[in-house]
């Protein structure tokens, strides 16, 4: 009895010397439901999530793993496919709900990187039962980062849905007309699978596109920033007017430098993090913010209390201190970026950094 009573007194001790602001432990909360991607020949990268009434929307890139090259390619109109939802009571779906959309199939003769297109699933929220798959087209590779949702004051339910493209992208409106964007590296109607800057995986330019969130046509679309080597949209939100706030960054590679002896050496490309108010009607750009002393700005929300924009970034967008920025507030080889700007003009509040740099 001694030995037990003191056993326990010793791990009551110990117990209080464990400081309090460390990792104690972790608790999975029970799912209600689950909703799947069941079809062998699409997938999803699903990158961001968003609430909005009763539905959850999850975007990301959708990938047709069908191709043309293949011996015994056939092509099917239900590439990918949403199922649910999965419960504690139904684990493999017997009464779930399944929706498929149509995915394009890219060779793989050049490589699979240019065969994503932009993606948003739409899914109750309350039952996890799927209700559309919403699907932007483009040559070329097509990745998404950024999604927001928002009800406006005039009562309208919008998406806005960033990332980066290479070749073009397109989204279909509510009249039955498409709107289309092309790279501006593109070269006139080439095929984008074939380009070198699909094949290379690179030379991309950012874009925003705002969505009716009940049908998933498209309001506008836009290429921004363009650059001639790596550009992107990360992160977006919205306030109450429809308006569209977007975070990112734009790298462009400087010309080559002649020396008087004709010689030639090619500068390091230069990347700056960019902060940019997307006008609600048409997607304009009604002021935009370049920070040269960050390597990338990243995720953003909007503060409808004081008309505030919080956005995160970092110094150096490689993620290491080869390339980071000089940053007046940062005493360290690299740091992540927290800052706050007026939604109304772009005026910047404050920034605080920290050492280290965050990555998307």
């Not at 699979?112 to 932009?118: D, T």
């Amino acid at each position: 009895m001694i030995g037990i009573t003191a056993l326990i007194l010793l791990a009551v001790t110990n117990a209080n010397d464990v400081p309090t602001d460390t990792y104690q432990g972790c608790e999975f909360p029970e799912f209600e439901w689950a909703a799947y991607g069941t079809r062998l020949t699409g997938r999803m990268y699903t990158r961001r999530a968003a609430l909005l009434g009763d539905s959850l929307y999850a975007a990301g890139y959708l990938k047709s793993t069908n191709a043309p090259n293949n011996e015994g390619f056939v092509d099917v109109e239900d590439d990918f496919g949403v199922s649910g939802p999965y419960t504690k009571d139904d684990q493999t779906g017997q009464d779930a709900t399944s929706i498929t959309s149509d995915l394009v199939s890219y060779t793989t003769e050049y490589g699979s990187y240019a065969q994503y297109e932009v993606g948003v699933v739409k899914i109750d929220r309350r039952t996890g039962v799927p209700q559309d798959v919403f699907v932007y087209y483009g040559e070329g590779q097509d990745e998404t980062s950024g999604l927001a949702a928002k009800e406006t004051a005039s009562g309208e339910k919008l998406l806005a849905v960033s990332g980066h493209f290479v070749g073009s992208l397109s989204a279909g409106k509510s009249d039955g007309s498409t709107i289309e964007i092309f790279n501006s590296n593109a070269e006139g109607g080439a095929d984008y699978v074939q380009h070198p800057n699909a094949v290379k995986n690179g030379y991309d330019d950012g874009f925003v596109i705002s969505v009716d969130a009940d049908t998933g046509d498209a309001k506008w679309l836009v290429a921004h920033p363009i650059s001639n080597k790596d550009a992107e949209t990360v992160g977006v939100d919205m306030d109450s007017e429809g308006n569209v706030y977007g975070a990112g960054y734009s790298c462009n590679q400087p010309e080559d430098i002649v020396y008087p002896n004709g010689t030639t050496s090619t500068p390091d490309s230069v990347c700056d993090g960019f902060v940019a108010k997307f006008a609600a009607a048409d997607g304009s750009i009604v002021w935009e913010k370049i920070f040269t002393d960050l390597g990338a700005a990243m995720w953003i929300v909007y503060d409808e209390v004081d008309d505030a924009l919080y956005f995160t970034g970092t110094t150096t967008y490689s993620g290491d201190a080869a390339d980071s920025k000089f940053h007046i507030s940062c005493d360290y080889d690299a740091c992540g970026v927290t800052a706050r700007l007026s939604a109304v003009d772009g005026e910047l509040h404050w920034a605080r950094t920290v050492h280290g740099s965050p990555r998307w």
